[in-house]
């Protein structure tokens, strides 16, 4: 009940209309374990993410697209092997990471978006953790910017992507920092 009257009253701290991502200021990363004993790090290099503001919280939306060929780990045979058809398979299944998300909640700096995350043929409910950076009108461009870092988890085998489970942990944690632009 508390959550639903938060959301309700909560003010928005963003001005409502079609915020654009900044790419350069913005980046979609992972971390997976590698036979349990430490951690990979790695990036996507090519996303798009559209935020749409609306005069409440339930109208606003959050969608992203991420290019799975576009990982990079710091190891270009590697990512050629997640990428291809033993792991990811980019080519035949799972050009694309999808997100869109079907509820926002918080307050201040502390938020949470929950949504489906589609991979391949698979969509599954994920929620991230969303930290507001703030808005800052920008010296470069003189329009208004905000940032977002959000954090999530996923089980790989929830997707079907079961590969390799022995050297690759299940576990896949997810960090986006992301900036918007305000609408003109």
Known sequence: MAS?????TTALPLAAGHWTLDPF????????RHL?????????GRFEADLTVGDTLEDCVVTATVALDSIDTGNA????????PDMLDVVA???????????????????????DLTIGEVTRPVTFDVEFGGVEDSVVDGRRHAGFEAKGEIRRSDFGLGFAMAILGDSVKIQLDMQFVEPE
């Open 4 to 8: 639903e009257t938060m959301t309700t």
């Open 25 to 32: 200021h913005s980046a979609v990363g992972f971390t997976i």
């Open 36 to 44: 349990g004993i430490s951690k990979v790090r790695g990036q996507f």
């Open 77 to 84: 045979d590697r990512d050629a092997h997640v990428s291809g």
């Open 93 to 115: 299944d799972r050009p694309v990471m999808a997100f869109r998300s079907s509820r926002i909640d918080g307050d201040g700096d502390d938020w949470t978006m929950e949504g």
